[in-house]
């Protein structure tokens, strides 16, 4: 079936660096990718999503880029923040009609000051 | 603001009580989601429902049971809690065939600690 692996974190990073967070997936067909996040004491929000293959979804300066060929969905932000501190989650659905979404496992990440 | 709202953010109960999460949409959204979250384990699906009185189990529905009577509301039950069912309870929504497109809408949680 569908599956969504993210790297383990948790993830430490000082501000204004460089992040990246893998996520590849298993699908049959052409899914649709996602990130969302979630705050600490809080639910998920929708961060960014990808449709189609080469598309690249963005907000809040994060960036991903969906990449049929590795079948990856990578998360990326140029200069962290302290207050991008949460749990990241890689997800992804089927073809056009699906229900469901499939979730990673999240990655946590703090940024230190 | 479109939003999902689940009733309690933090509910302490006692083992062998039964247990009434709820979750109230005012997207008109036809799907509805109810998820645990655990360290380690990520979202674990427990029940769906596509429609009124609709319900499908999920990946891990032993404890739970769920009540869908108006579209807009959906309940999750704990009909005997126990210590195990500990957890973060995450409910969400989406429109019918567009979770390809839009994905879900969550709540803000409930945590649930069961002594």
């Known amino acids: 079936g569908d599956s969504v692996t993210q790297m383990e974190g948790p993830v430490t990073l000082s501000e204004e660096a460089f992040l990246t967070i893998n996520c590849t997936y298993t699908?049959?067909?052409?899914?649709?990718l996602f990130w969302y996040v979630q705050y600490p004491g809080e639910g998920l929000q929708l961060l960014l999503k990808a449709t189609k293959a080469d598309d690249k979804g963005s907000n809040k300066g994060f960036e991903a880029t969906y990449r049929k060929e590795t079948t990856s969905f990578h998360l990326e932000k140029g200069s962290v923040q302290v207050s991008d501190s949460a749990v990241y989650f890689c997800a992804l659905s089927g073809e056009e009609g699906a229900q469901k979404l499939v979730f990673g496992q999240g990655t946590r990440l703090t940024i230190n000051p | 603001d479109v939003k999902v709202t689940q009733s309690s953010r933090y509910l302490v109960k006692r083992t062998g009580e039964k247990v009434f999460l709820e979750c109230v949409q005012d997207m008109d959204h036809e799907n509805m989601f109810w998820y645990r979250q655990d360290p380690g384990l990520g979202l674990r699906l427990i029940y769906f429902s596509y429609d009124v009185k609709m319900k499908e189990k999920g990946d891990i529905p032993e404890g739970y049971s769920v009540s869908r009577e108006k579209k807009e509301r959906f309940s999750l039950i704990l009909e005997s809690a126990s210590t195990n069912q500990t957890s973060m309870y995450l409910c969400a929504s989406s429109l019918l065939h567009r979770a390809t497109l839009d994905g879900y809408t969550f709540g803000s949680g409930t945590r649930l600690t069961v002594v």
């Open positions: 699908a049959t067909g052409y899914p649709s």
